[in-house]
């Protein structure tokens, strides 16, 4: 799958659990829906450093930074060699791709849970 352009409405989540620059495991998760704050509480508790995607609200990157959890926006590629960069300190963030309002129509929709398609990436 691709890194997707709006964090909160992707259908899976990509966990990888690296340790000393090797990945250790990989796992995809449905994303439980999007609804208002509760994806960094979710993630936080998967255990997830980082969040990679395309594109995320400021909102979401300050709650996101409430829970330590670092967001590197403005990412895109297939996941698997978006994993690699980052595990090799090559990954570059840059702006966020989504606008307000952006996601409607993409992906999930708020309270929706079970869809197929892209990934996103968490660490």
Same mark, same amino acid.
């Given at each position: 799958g691709?890194?997707?352009?709006?964090?909160?409405?992707?259908?899976?989540?990509?966990? %990888? @659990?690296i340790e000393e620059e090797k990945i250790l495991k990989i796992e995809e998760i449905n994303n439980p829906g999007h609804q208002p704050?509760?994806?960094?509480?979710f993630l936080a508790e998967c255990g997830a450093k980082y969040i990679?995607?395309?594109?995320?609200?400021?909102? %979401? +990157?300050?709650?996101? %930074?409430?829970?330590?959890?670092?967001?590197?926006?403005?990412?895109?590629?297939?996941?698997?060699?978006?994993?690699?960069?980052?595990? +090799?300190?090559k990954l570059e963030g840059g702006e966020s791709l989504c606008k307000p309002g %952006?996601?409607? @129509?993409?992906?999930?929709?708020?309270?929706?849970c079970d869809h197929t398609g892209d990934s996103q990436i968490t660490k």
């Open positions: 691709f890194v997707s352009a709006h964090f909160g409405r992707c259908p899976s989540f990509t966990i %990888a @659990e704050a509760f994806l960094p509480n990679i995607c395309g594109g995320m609200g400021r909102r %979401a +990157q300050g709650l996101f %930074a409430e829970k330590e959890i670092i967001p590197i926006v403005g990412v895109t590629g297939k996941v698997t060699e978006v994993i690699e960069k980052f595990v +090799q300190g %952006a996601g409607k @129509e993409y992906g999930l929709e708020k309270e929706e």
